[in-house]
């Protein structure tokens, strides 16, 4: 059984065609990356899977959930993290955490927070407001609240943006170790190809609104005939072909 | 939706960690309410006194009844949509609406931190009007909570409709959450009776739910009589007024997701 299947996805904006008739699967404990150049279709695509944007026709089912008929069954099992969107700055680590815990229906909820505390290196912050953190370390802050409902499927914008190598790393040898010992499925979009390759068990490569290639990392190197990841998006993001 | 309890604790929650945390807040939930009593205080002292050299009249207990109860419907509408612009400023609204809190369960979060910052907010005001003017809001007895609930509950639409608006034109709308209650004021007949709008500003008047709680609180302070006329119509145009007000905030969050508007109201 699939955690997402999308079928034939359009998303028209008055003067833009963001989502062309775009079709995927992410098989459980699977992670798909979402890989495509500035306007590829990636946010919106992903906005439409956590239903915050209405698509204009096609199908998502998530988690066997239907998100047009029952998004908050399969909300209740997902979870998200971006860089790119903020917790609340004036409240703590810790608050922020516990606010989002209840939001989740967290069981043991304190035991929970101690174990992402300890997990992401947070013990230390736990009492700092969110909004006197480093960029570093509000990421693995929002990567600890993606993690608080244990989510059967984890919706990952760019988690390693503005870490270093080391937390980078770090952080994504935790969500490998997630993944297999929950069989959570996760969606990855990114633009760091090593992490894709090191991560990814397949990749779809899109392009204005489209699926450009899809296939599992070492297939798509071998398939164009390149060194690695990034020279097979450079190639794919400058050919005029879709 | 099991779970909608914690959902919406969670949310009030995060509100009353904020305000634990800046006390510049807080005062604020205070200041203005408490500054209006003030002025009026003062202005119907000298008007009921020192004008008639003698103790103070009844038009000037419903002088400062009426300051103290409009705040209700000014805070209620504050105190909702100041605690949804707060998401919007904090850039949160992203994480909350991909978080199973269904959009019901976020209005049951801002009305009821609506209600904690009104009751806190009138709180100081409640009080020095009774030491300062001898006006006891609760003398009347428990009638005056019909009042109060139906001015409440105008707050909360009115608040209601200004989030629809924020979700139909984003965070360049949030002019709408300081101004519009005050707008309301003149036709509210907060201060007046109803009879001394021009006639073709009555029925407009008459629309609102406030000029009937204040016709009736006029009744109460100043002829000892409960108008249940007056109450019915506040409570059923607070219904209908509630209804309308429900089904546009329905109406623009479904657009605002059609929209894409949830992605960038803050912007």
Redesign the interface.
């Known amino acids: 059984m699939e955690a997402i299947r999308v079928e034939n996805l359009v998303k028209r904006y008055p003067k833009a065609l963001a989502v062309d008739n775009l079709s995927f699967t992410l098989e459980r404990g699977q992670i798909l990356g979402l890989l495509g150049g500035n306007g590829a279709g990636k946010t919106t695509t992903i906005s439409m899977l956590l239903g915050l944007l209405v698509p204009t026709s096609g199908r998502i089912t998530v988690l066997g959930h239907d998100m047009a008929k029952n998004r908050f069954a399969a909300l209740a099992r997902m979870n998200f993290s971006s860089p790119y969107i903020s917790l609340p700055g004036r409240l703590t680590v810790r608050e922020n955490l516990e606010v989002y815990g209840h939001l989740y229906n967290v069981p043991k909820l304190k035991t929970r927070i101690g174990q992402l505390a300890e997990q992401f290196r947070l013990t230390e912050l736990l009492t700092r407001p969110a909004g006197d953190l480093s960029a570093g370390q509000k990421t693995r802050v929002a990567l600890a609240k993606s993690l608080l409902n244990q989510p059967d499927l984890l919706l990952l914008d760019e988690p390693t943006a503005s870490l270093d190598p080391d937390t980078g790393d770090y952080v994504r040898t935790a969500l490998e170790d997630y993944r297999v010992a929950t069989g959570a499925s996760i969606l990855l979009a990114s633009h760091n190809m090593a992490e894709v390759e090191r991560l990814c068990d397949h990749v779809l490569m899109m392009k204005q609104g489209r699926v450009a290639d899809h296939g599992a990392p070492e297939d798509l190197i071998t398939r164009y005939g390149r060194e690695d990841m990034e020279e097979v998006f450079l190639h794919i993001a400058r050919s005029e072909a879709i | 939706m099991n779970?909608t309890p914690?959902?919406i604790?969670?949310?009030v929650?995060?509100h009353l960690?904020?305000y634990r945390?800046?006390w510049p807040r807080l005062v604020e939930i205070a200041y203005w309410p408490t500054l209006e009593l003030l002025i009026w205080g003062f202005t119907a002292n000298f008007f009921s006194r020192d004008l008639h050299g003698g103790s103070p009249i009844l038009a000037g207990v419903a002088l400062v009844a009426g300051v103290l109860l409009w705040e209700i419907v000014l805070r209620a509408q504050i105190g909702v949509a100041f605690s949804f612009l707060?998401e919007i400023w904090?850039?949160?609204l992203?994480?909350?609406?991909?978080?199973?809190?269904?959009p019901a369960e976020l209005v049951g979060a801002l009305l009821s931190v609506s209600l904690i910052r009104t009751i806190i907010g009138l709180l100081p005001a409640t009080i020095i009007a009774f030491l300062l003017y001898h006006y006891d809001v609760f003398a009347p007895g428990p009638v005056m909570v019909l009042f109060f609930v139906n001015l409440l509950v105008m707050g909360w639409w009115v608040a209601l409709a200004i989030v629809a608006l924020l979700f139909r034109y984003g965070a360049g709308a949030e002019a709408l959450a300081w101004t519009i209650a005050f707008g309301i004021t003149p036709v509210a007949c907060v201060f007046y009776p109803l009879s001394s709008l021009p006639y073709w500003l009555q029925p407009v008047a008459q629309a609102l739910p406030a000029a009937h709680v204040f016709e009736g609180l006029r009744a109460l302070l100043l002829h000892g009589q409960t108008d249940w006329h007056q109450f019915a119509w506040a409570t059923g145009l607070n219904i209908l007024w509630t209804l309308a007000a429900v089904s546009i905030f329905g109406l623009e969050f479904?657009r605002a997701?059609?929209?894409?508007a949830?992605?960038s109201i803050g912007e």
Do not use: D
Request: one cysteine or more.
């Open positions: 779970g914690q959902r604790w969670g949310l929650y995060r960690c904020m945390r800046s707060e904090s850039r949160n992203g994480h909350l609406f991909v978080s199973p809190l269904r479904r997701r059609v929209r894409g949830l992605i």
